[in-house]
């Protein structure tokens, strides 16, 4: 158990809608990132925030957004979904600073019909 | 051209065999390397941290090599636990960035 969890597990959703998924940060973790997987592929950098600032974004398009929250929780907002969105979501906490140990939650796994 | 390449895989190797993982990542900016591991359907969790003195931890072995952009993952004596993909992981300004990954099978 990392201490990192992500909600909800699993997701269906229709191509052009709206979605959000969460994630709760591992105590004492200021810095938050996100990454998507497609099957059989290494995880992408979407984005990561710290102290509840985006401070660095991977080459994701602008309808893929987030937010931190002062407890370092974290959601990340997707709009007008496509098919290629189809993914394993994944959420990863840390202390700080880009060269410490991330925690990954479980994952959210998200299939766009 | 990916900014972090790694072996293609899958390798399928005996119980008890030595393993290598190559890695090469294309920007001499990159700042920092590690090693995740990934079991299947799981989360990748960190594996080793990757420093140009190299380091050790047990049956493993990580090498960085900054003059030619390449990382190394040595595992010997391997075990059936051992089966995993491995993804080499480079951080470069704001950004982290993961290779494919490499697939591994210990055969009993």
């Known amino acids: 158990e990392t201490g990192v969890t992500q909600s909800p597990t699993h997701l269906i959703k229709t191509r052009g809608q709206q979605v959000t998924l969460r994630c709760s940060s591992q105590s004492g973790h200021n810095t938050v990132s996100w990454y998507q997987q497609a099957l059989g592929q290494g995880p992408q950098f979407i984005f990561q925030?710290?102290?509840?600032?985006?401070?660095g974004r991977g080459n994701f398009p602008p309808r893929f957004s987030g937010l931190q929250f002062p407890n370092y929780s974290s959601e990340l907002n997707v709009n007008a979904l496509e098919l290629d969105d189809s993914a394993l979501y994944l959420c990863?906490?840390?202390?700080?600073?880009?060269?410490?140990?991330?925690?990954f939650g479980q994952g959210t796994r998200l299939t766009v019909v | 051209r990916k900014e972090v390449e790694q072996d293609p895989g899958p390798f399928n190797v005996p119980e008890g065999a030595t393993v290598a993982f190559n890695c090469t990542y294309s920007?001499?900016?990159?700042?920092?390397f590690f090693w995740y591991r990934q079991d299947c359907r799981k989360e990748p969790k960190l594996l080793m941290s990757v420093y140009s003195s190299g380091n050790e931890d047990g049956r493993f072995t990580a090498q960085l090599n900054r003059a030619s952009q390449y990382i190394s993952l040595l595992i010997r004596d391997s075990k059936l636990s051992d089966s995993a993909t491995y993804l080499c992981v480079v951080t470069r300004d704001d950004k982290i960035i993961f290779g494919k990954g490499t697939r591994l099978h210990i055969l009993p």
């Open positions: 920007n001499s900016a990159s700042q920092s």
């Open positions: 925030y710290y102290r509840e600032e985006e401070n």
């Open positions: 990863a906490s840390s202390a700080s600073g880009w060269d410490t140990e991330a925690f």
